[in-house]
């Protein structure tokens, strides 16, 4: 979704599915993964397991007992494994298109025994020049968590690590404050990018001020488009914390709510920089135009400066070059050596003129 | 109405109208259908038929039954029918209006027992250089569906096969599902006409960081003119919607909201990407004037470059062009190499000037 | 209103205002009319009487019967007329003022026992090529309608007609659907405006296209400016409509409101066309000024192609017209015709440099 | 306010405040007046006062006569008068701060028995260059108004007349009508103000389409301040207005509040003349720019079209200038005229290029 | 925060924190303090005392008198202490977070027994170059105020001198009035802030218009962002002091709602300031821009002017300057003198249409 060259892919897909019934499963991604690995980690304030699963009937036994469990699946694409979760977990079928449409807007929507939400997560690609997106999907359900993954990541980790070792409140609190943990991670990251733009329009400012150069323009572009899709991920993740801590459904309790306020803030103070970010990297354009006038002027000068001078200079020249049979000047004994006087005279004046003018 | 070249033929129109009481039955539009067709299909669970009707009188026998009733109308330019239509199904006058002015903005509208909505669809003309628009009018009744269209096609086809196979929920559901299933079909046909945008201003994008050239800013232009054109259809539609779903008529049911939610969500991501398109193409503007800049600095530095070397180089050759009897050196041997060295000098410093500058 | 040059009449109006006491009856516009016409039409299903009155005592009487009277006055510079209108009607002062202020902002305001609404209509003058725009201002009372026009016209003509020959609904309903068909034959009178703008843009893009000229900004900006008035006279006219619409008085029936709905429709359509020919005049500005630069463009290639080709042959000119004693070439019989050969192999040089660049 | 050069000096006011603790009665503004004027006006329907106070203390009696009681104090620099006043009429502390800051933005406040509203008075200066700003505070009691001027001033004499003449409603309303009046009277001198500035728009925007002019860019700037800082003025004022209407208070009679509304209506306009001005000007600048670019054209081509005629035909001269033996034209008889019909004929073909290009 | 140096070293801090649970007290800031201090003031409008805590626990006992207790800890980085001061006074772990990381937006928020807020506090370096921010957290509990600043400095002493010699209502209201007089003290430090900023643009349009050079457009830039992270702070902090005015708990008395009011109305009048200093600062761009297309124009007609007389005269010394045996004129004894009469013709002739174009 950010790197705009995704898009001709897309258009194939869409195209695929026009005139498919609604609630027809549909995978819409890039991320094809071969082997979807089922997670099962299993926690109250006295016990774990943490378990791989083969089939996702495995997790069917999670709905009765009284244990928080956090079913993690890394991979979408298998659209029957998605139908079975589906079944088994007894989700609404639009609710299981918009888990497998990479291209949804982030958003929350509470059903009658669970909530829904889905968002992005942001990583820099490997070779760090790219932004990359990954849809997250969560399901909030009594005493349950689902989460879906594009692909194995290590996101979760610290999450995984921290109700391990029973660190902080992770343990002793309910299912929400897992997914309050989760979408806490993904919003960390964003730190990340956004300091990662900061810094590179920061090096671009410089630049520029130095030295206008036609590449440039592209980049400003281009970095105007990450900050347009950023924008378009995170105000949508702050409407949906906005929207869990509006909630009324009793799956979220009231203290819960607290940490999600604080996931907003974050979010607030994410948008306010990235507004700075916009302006900021608008103001590039005009700085780079500017410097073009500039350098512009700069020839001019070049140019103003060496015609002015030599142009009389040449024209005195010509005058004395002339086949007049009778010009007296030009048996003068000391002609030549006046005519160099006079253009010196001319030069002279011309510089002290461009100086005054403060031309060079 | 995406074609500003229609506006010339809208006068006359509207020229015809002015003066007319209200509630006249007067066509606005420029697709006039000689053989307007009216088809009828009902179908339960269990039933399906589809006939095509000579006379709308013919229809009358469904507002009867239980069966959900689909009468299709092709065609709306035949003033008598849509009157007769309104007296069968007990249209109010305002409404006939509405369906035959094909430059009405989308909308929805309640009535006692029936539910009125209107809106665009887009479809790429046969040569796909322009989008074509046609005016779809939905009335929802007590199992009964009228829609209307402004010429015969085929975008409705996958919803009659849909229904004709009963595959998923189509045959299940009441009217307000088909109503559904119709806006739907249209909203997913705005996805490839973005697309398309999308590719141009790519396309466009590319060709002026190569190039400007005087053409591209009348392209720019035009793109603007579509996207401005579509943002006027799509964003009615979204508050169409958005009118279904807060609707308190019992037509509509509240499992069939959650559909229409979902088409809202579309729309929010359509209304969300034709914004991105549209700062996007704004940019190509400034780029193509810092582009033109460029170009012009170019030229001004190929002339700066030439005229500074050559012309003190001139004046050079001027000076010892002069016929002043008394000029020392035109009488010396070496004189005229050394002046070829002399200038050889100026040249090189020039040359060396102008490449710190960096102009070449 | 449109025209600014009516700017400088009106310090003098409001300088002649300064220091009344509110309610003083003063009439603000620039329409003196000698001889005001009051016309007074009566009806009911069955009954049409049209009479001109002399004096507006002769109204009276219409206050008592139950048929509907409209009451036309042509004419509002007789300020002693208007002031017994008030009186026998019982308005109230502030309301008499804003009759008597053409420059007033449409708006609508209820009082115990009428309702007041005053609004623009616009109409091309004669020449054709200034909006004129005159101010209508509408009592309702129970059963009857007062209109106040600037200056006789034959706008309100084809109400007359209607009401004439029982036409539609025009003799069935009461005041309130009077009132509606007043507003509604203004709002018609809108478009036609709207679509002469939109003509003039169209041209103007187009001859700034062609070439770039002094006198178009001008016109750009004589666009934009009746954009704005208009938009200032549309915007608060929508606001009265809608004020009608939302009206808890009695004087307005709820299936009138369907149709003063049905105007609110056309007023938002033309709000929306408003808002796109604005963007669209505002675009040619752009045009305009990237067409300048184009044309720089070009005359500085001719500059530089001219002066670059030239320059260098003048110096070798140059060259041999030295009057050195020792210049071997001045002596070589081919010297001559070899100058002109590499002067010509140069001038190719150039040619072939400024075709690769596609200077022409 | 209105004058950016007063900035320097409210600096150090600002300065002399800080660390104060609130409700320290100290005077901001540039107005200090030495002989502070109290103007006591009593009446009702049938009685009427008009006297000058000399101590403050003398206005006691009229908080317990049933006459409306008007007490003007013209200058407000006397803190000492200022903390009396608030004793005597039992005024909070941060109402009587208010009051002294000069800087403050128009607001309306309500106390437990009494209205206060500060608001800027705009007039010309003397010499009709500037805008001078004056804050009037107004404190609305039962049967009484207080109102604080920077200076002696005679826009309130309309208002003292029409209450000696008993003209209109001003002596048989309460003292909320007398508020009315006179913010009324200071809105009317608001439209002057206005007026004033269309006009000097006008007048730079056809100068600058006549001739772009270095010192018109400042103008528009200027403009452009006087605009914002009117801006300023006059919305808050709106609010004030409007917070005066929706009043609970029983100090403001309902019949009062339509004259408030009237009110409202006049600032409603202006803020729109004013945003109407705003645009206006702010194409000014636009204007200006391509004004510039046209002349940076005209100048170009001056320059291009001496050039490109006069430097081929310099170069035929200097090639009949070279002093090679074997030139065989030199020697031809008529060579001198042919040469010169040669460049007559470049002369004219050069002409001819420019005048199908339109450049003269 | 004002500071774009400052963000490469945040970035280290963001890595840091990633992983974390929420709640784990970790400082954020650039300000270490090696001896934090904690102070303590009591008092009651009889009595007055001022120490110096050496550690918190201390401070205990004024949670059981009736006391106004106002404890200020001078450094945050001790996050220890924090976690000490978190558990005596029984606070929120989110609530520590908050007052260690500097990089917060102001905001209040509202706990069962305590209010707490959080804002920046500015001042001008010593150098008086870069503005300094620095961040203020205050909890309001039954009778106490606790304030966090980021390191020791001198901003409060008013407030301590104010309580000291019982000045004002200082003494004689509650805690909620302390909290009061800390925002408004540090309210007032932003008018000097905002005057330098009002004075810094000033001198740099007259600069600018003056004469436009290089740096200026960095400077612009500079004071934008200032502006920038100035709306930034004040802002929210005008929703912070909204919030403690909507707030429903009893902490906060009505009477004490009045001065944060008039906090209000200051920070309304400050960001209305910083609105116009934003506008004016973003002309300065667009004058400096216009003053860049001036010079080059004033260096075209230099160059222009130069070169459109020199050439046709050197031509018509080029022509004579031509070898032909037979050229007529260059025998004729007056032929030098007429040339030369001719050219000064040509001369007159350009500085007259020169003249006439205004171009010197």
Same mark, same amino acid.
């Given at each position: 979704m950010i790197q705009p060259v995704k898009k001709k892919k897309k258009k194939k897909k869409y195209g695929n599915l026009k005139g498919?019934?609604?609630?027809?499963? %549909? &995978?819409?991604?890039?991320?094809?993964?071969?082997?979807?690995?089922?997670?099962?980690? !299993?926690?109250?304030?006295?016990?774990?397991?943490?378990?791989?699963?083969? *089939?996702?009937?495995?997790?069917?036994?999670?709905?009765?007992?009284? &244990?928080?469990? $956090?079913?993690?699946?890394?991979?979408?694409?298998?659209?029957?494994?998605?139908?079975? %979760?589906?079944?088994?977990?007894?989700?609404?079928?639009?609710?299981?298109?918009?888990?497998?449409? *990479?291209?949804?807007?982030?958003?929350?929507?509470?059903f !009658?025994?669970?909530?829904?939400?889905t968002f992005k997560m942001l990583s820099k690609s490997e070779d760090s020049l790219e932004i990359e997106s990954e849809q997250i999907s969560l399901v909030l359900g009594t005493d349950f968590v689902l989460s879906f993954q594009e692909k194995k990541g290590d996101v979760f980790d610290p999450v995984r690590k921290r109700i391990k070792v029973g660190k902080g409140l992770s343990r002793s609190r309910k299912a929400d404050y897992l997914v309050y943990m989760l979408i806490d991670i993904v919003v960390d990251n964003y730190y990340e990018i956004l300091e990662d733009i900061s810094e590179k329009i920061e090096e671009l400012e410089e630049q520029i001020f130095d030295q206008a150069q036609e590449g440039q323009l592209a !980049?400003?572009?281009?970095?105007?488009?990450?900050?347009?899709?950023?924008?378009?991920?995170?105000?949508?993740?702050?409407?949906? %914390?906005?929207?869990?801590?509006?909630?009324?459904? *009793?799956?979220? &309790?009231?203290? *819960?709510?607290?940490?999600?306020?604080?996931?907003?803030?974050?979010?607030?103070?994410? %948008?306010?920089?990235?507004?700075?970010?916009?302006? $900021?990297?608008? !103001?590039?354009?005009?700085?780079?135009?500017?410097?073009?006038?500039?350098?512009?002027?700069?020839?001019?000068?070049?140019?103003?400066i060496i015609s002015t001078i030599f142009i009389p200079l040449t024209f005195i020249a010509g005058i004395y070059g002339m086949n007049f049979q009778y010009m007296p000047e030009l048996s003068y004994p000391y002609a030549y050596p006046l005519v160099w006087g006079f253009m010196l005279i001319i030069f002279l004046v011309m510089i002290y003129y461009f100086r005054r003018k403060k031309w060079f």
């Open positions: 498919l019934p609604p609630g027809s499963l %549909v &995978h819409i991604g890039n991320n094809i993964v071969e082997n979807v690995e089922i997670e099962l980690i !299993e926690y109250n304030q006295t016990l774990h397991t943490e378990i791989q699963l083969d *089939t996702i009937e495995e997790a069917t036994a999670c709905l009765e007992n009284k &244990h928080v469990s $956090w079913i993690n699946i890394n991979g979408i694409s298998d659209t029957k494994l998605i139908g079975e %979760v589906g079944k088994i977990f007894n989700l609404h079928p639009l609710l299981l298109e918009d888990i497998l449409n *990479t291209e949804h807007r982030p958003k929350t929507e509470e !009658e025994s669970y909530i829904f939400c !980049e400003v572009q281009s970095i105007k488009k990450t900050i347009t899709n950023l924008r378009r991920t995170i105000n949508p993740l702050k409407e949906m %914390v906005s929207g869990l801590i509006k909630s009324p459904s *009793t799956l979220i &309790h009231d203290h *819960t709510k607290d940490y999600f306020r604080d996931v907003q803030d974050h979010l607030i103070q994410l %948008v306010d920089n990235l507004e700075t970010y916009r302006e $900021w990297n608008a !103001e590039l354009k005009d700085i780079y135009l500017s410097s073009l006038s500039n350098k512009m002027n700069q020839i001019m000068k070049v140019l103003t």
